[in-house]
């Protein structure tokens, strides 16, 4: 069961530590995820006013435990009162009813302000957790890396979870990535603009705490024209990342 929660403040540290306290949760808990909606912004006549910042934040709950069904009463089988009669009847065996069989109840809705996780699919969910244990795996011997994996967000309804597999992937890349080394990640997803690419990104260096520069930032070729009637065919993104 994962918990969500929205929150501002003057940085994003603060606007993070604010809804944590809302949830009730320690911002460093290991099932405690953070996605930056919008960044600290000065506006206003010489940039005196200051647009706050602003995060979503959740957290993995254990799912409570399905109640036992409550086992069926059974009722005592009825007293039948027997009259004597002159001339002797025989004697009838009589069977209980038999119990009604218990009936299964479809579990109880979520809660209100709770939210169920959907994968993204089975197999692309697959794909991100094979290559997060395979980056766990190789330490911090290389200097280069490249992210380009399938299109996770093929429409906005499943955006969401998509941007929480990008976000999970290049944050275990920037972690095990040797100090000074190149990182080139990329996006194929339609659903996914180049600002909420870059947002993820960022979200995904701050979990990993590395400093990390934008050294380039990558679109499609000519041979793949946009139509300016249609901004999701410019779904082919990239940024090349120096990570201190």
Avoid: W
């Avoid at 490249?146 to 969401?160: E, M, Q, R, T, Y």
Wanted: glycine share 6%; net charge negative.
């Amino acid at each position: 069961m994962i918990r969500t929660q929205e929150a501002t403040g003057k940085t994003v540290d603060e606007a993070r530590t604010n809804a944590c306290a809302l949830l009730g949760v320690e911002k460093d808990d290991i099932n405690v995820s953070y996605e930056v909606l919008e960044m600290p912004q000065k506006t206003g006549f010489l940039g005196l006013k200051l647009t706050p910042a602003k995060v979503r934040v959740s957290v993995e709950l254990p799912d409570e435990p399905a109640a036992a069904p409550a086992a069926p009463v059974e009722e005592p089988a009825p007293v039948v009162e027997e009259k004597a009669a002159p001339v002797a009847e025989p004697v009838v065996e009589e069977t209980a009813p038999e119990a009604p069989a218990a009936v299964e109840e479809p579990a109880a809705p979520a809660a209100e302000g709770e939210e169920v996780e959907v994968p993204i699919r089975i197999e692309e969910n697959a794909k991100v957790q094979a290559a997060v244990d395979y980056l766990k795996d190789i330490g911090d011997k290389y200097d280069l890396i490249i992210l380009d994996p399938p299109a996770f967000a093929k429409h906005h309804k499943v955006l969401g979870n998509a941007m929480q597999g990008y976000k999970r992937l290049n944050a275990r890349a920037i972690s095990q990535i040797k100090p000074g080394g190149i990182l080139f990640t990329f996006s194929c997803s339609q659903a996914v603009s180049k600002e909420l690419f870059r947002t993820t990104v960022f979200s995904a260096a701050a979990i990993a705490g590395r400093k990390v520069r934008i050294l380039h930032q990558l679109t499609q070729p000519a041979d793949h024209p946009i139509n300016i009637y249609h901004p999701e065919g410019e779904y082919l993104k990239g940024l090349v990342l120096y990570v201190e």
